[in-house]
């Protein structure tokens, strides 16, 4: 079985869980969103199924996210905007993110030391974790070395809009 057609699968059963069905234009989508890996928002997402063709409602994108969102497959980001990004989850691969604040750039890490940190200051403080998206926002090194300088330290220039986030 190809990937993809086994996240359908994995989709499908828990929709089934759900008392919901896997209809085409879900099926769709989660075509759409694990045969790329990039961080889109869901606007992005309902103009590339329009781009293929691909009759959907803007409600039903939101609603099946939500719903891949609540079966762990896609996770929501904050990339240094007022607004979600989504991205699937492969595996048990969880990461963080360098967010380029200058191209809005994004270069995933994990670091397992940063990680057990993490879970031992939750244990200390007796915080029983459920999410967490580390997020640093800087100047990547291709953008340093244009000279590219931040407009604001805490966010992503608004010039990407055409531009998918990887
Ligand atoms: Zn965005
Ligand atoms: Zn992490
Ligand atoms: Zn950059
Ligand atoms: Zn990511």
Excluded at 34 to 62: C, G, P, Q, W
Excluded at 75 to 95: A, I, Q, W
Aim: proline letters at 2%.
């Amino acid at each position: 079985m190809v990937a993809v057609d086994r996240e359908i699968t994995k989709f499908q059963n828990f929709l089934q869980q759900q008392g919901l069905k896997l209809t085409g234009e879900r099926t769709a989508l989660v075509r759409e969103i694990f045969s790329t890996h990039y961080h889109f928002e869901a606007d992005e997402l309902l103009f590339k199924m329009k781009e293929k063709n691909v009759k959907i409602s803007r409600a039903t994108v939101y609603r099946t996210l939500e719903l891949l969102v609540k079966s762990g497959m896609v996770r929501r980001v904050h990339l240094g905007e007022d607004h979600y990004h989504y991205e699937h989850v492969s595996g048990n691969s969880h990461h963080d993110h360098l967010i380029c604040t200058t191209c809005g750039g994004v270069i995933e890490f994990h670091d397992e030391v940063l990680e057990q940190r993490q879970r031992e200051i939750c244990e200390r403080k007796k915080f029983t974790p459920t999410f967490h998206n580390l997020q640093i926002l800087g100047v990547c090194d291709p953008c340093r070395r244009k000279g590219e300088t931040p407009d604001a330290p805490d966010r992503v220039r608004m010039i990407h809009q055409t531009k998918l986030r990887k």
